[in-house]
């Protein structure tokens, strides 16, 4: 299994347009980071959680050639902005692509993207098959997808396990009944946008609990803003098996 970081920052990524912060004006690689996506290939499937505003951007740098499946973890548009640019491979595969998320979330879709769901369609607009999803699992072929219900303030999201990995980004409560669903993961991922408490997403020291609580091999930190510091600082202060996720990073390991 493969796991890349596609983008790690926040809703406006680091730099941030006009900031003359030290971590938007930072020379280390690591600061540069585009909104949070990732890539997920496994028997034989490319997967994408999210495609936002830099979808482009993020598939032309990590060379991506074949994608079969979206996953939608909400309907912000730091996490949809970039849906229109699916149709790049609707080109090369010659079929629609297959995008799953929430009855909500397609929706969104549906008012953000109305030509794409028009009766009568332009030439050449994304073609999609969307599946509704909850949180209950789903395959994609013979790959299972578990679903984890957290919240984003009040908004219901959704994170997603494959075998031994889980992903949840723009959160900041996860039920107690949802929680067995990550237990034995080796690969943790939980945003944690700053230091300080945030309406809507964990800090830095929530996510560590969570890492703590869980017991990962590793947790890794996403969903970054510039407010949380430079990454050579940060990373000093993390515990062990914690670290802040960065853009282009991979993960690779056998399924146990």
């Not at 090369?92 to 769901?117: C, S, T, W």
């Not at 209950?136 to 984890?148: A, K, L, T, V």
């Not at 984003?152 to 075998?163: A, Q, S, T």
């Amino acid at each position: 299994m493969k796991v890349t970081f596609l983008g790690t920052g926040t809703s406006q990524g680091i730099p941030i347009i006009a900031c003359d912060c030290s971590v938007c004006q930072s020379g280390d690689w690591r600061d540069k980071r585009l909104r949070t996506s990732v890539m997920i290939e496994t028997e034989g499937k490319t997967l994408v959680v999210d495609t936002g505003p830099d979808f482009r951007e993020q598939m032309l740098r990590a060379n991506v050639k074949k994608l079969d499946a979206v996953l939608f973890t909400h309907e912000h548009r730091d996490h949809i902005g970039g849906l229109d640019d699916i149709r790049a491979f609707n080109f090369i595969h010659q079929q629609p692509m297959d995008m799953y998320g929430e009855e909500r979330v397609l929706k969104a879709l549906q008012e953000m993207y109305p030509y794409i769901f028009a009766e009568k369609k332009y030439p050449g607009i994304p073609e999609l098959n969307f599946s509704v999803i909850k949180t209950s699992p789903f395959s994609i072929d013979n790959i299972e997808i578990i679903p984890i219900r957290a919240y984003h303030y009040k908004l219901p999201v959704l994170g997603f396990r494959i075998h031994d990995f889980t992903y949840i980004t723009d959160a900041n409560r996860i039920p107690e009944e949802e929680k067995y669903k990550i237990e034995g993961s080796r690969y943790l991922v939980i945003n944690g946008l700053r230091k300080e408490k945030h309406i809507s997403h964990f800090t830095v020291d929530e996510a560590v609990a969570l890492f703590e609580e869980f017991k990962p091999e590793k947790g890794l930190i996403i969903h970054i803003s510039h407010q949380l510091g430079l990454t050579a600082d940060i990373e000093k202060e993390l515990p062990q098996g914690v670290e802040l996720a960065v853009d282009e990073q991979v993960l690779e390991w056998e399924n146990g």
